[in-house]
Nanobody
């Protein structure tokens, strides 16, 4: 079993940055692929980024490439999503997930953290 808790959300202005954190409790965190997803009301949850347990090149959705960076600190069971140059369209609830299938299965979910970007 793995429990995930997101943190770091908030309200910022366009062009500013936020760093989200996904912290896991339970065994074997470092063996999980950790993904970030986001969702706005009335829309499906969409993938943002994925960090594989074995390392390698992270995945980024097109809108995230060049602005967002995912990195993990397995010693603290935490995966971060650094978000720069935020835009109003980035406003959403951000969730992290964990699985052993390149963020495709999403076996475990956190409860999400709200990000609001507005002037």
């Amino acid at each position: 079993q793995l429990q995930l808790v997101e943190s770091g959300g908030g309200s910022v202005q366009p062009g500013e940055s936020l760093r989200l954190a996904c912290t896991g409790t339970g065994s074997g965190f470092r063996f999980y692929d950790i993904g970030w997803f986001r969702q706005v009301p009335g829309a499906e949850r969409e993938g943002v980024s994925c960090s594989s347990s074995g390392g390698g090149t992270p995945f980024y959705a097109g809108f995230a490439s060049g602005r967002f960076t995912i990195f993990r600190d397995d010693a603290s069971n935490t995966v971060y999503l650094q978000m720069n140059n935020l835009k109003p369209g980035d406003s959403a609830v951000y969730y992290c997930s964990a699985d052993h299938n390149h963020c495709l299965t999403k076996t475990y979910w956190g409860r999400g953290t709200q990000v609001t970007v507005s002037s």
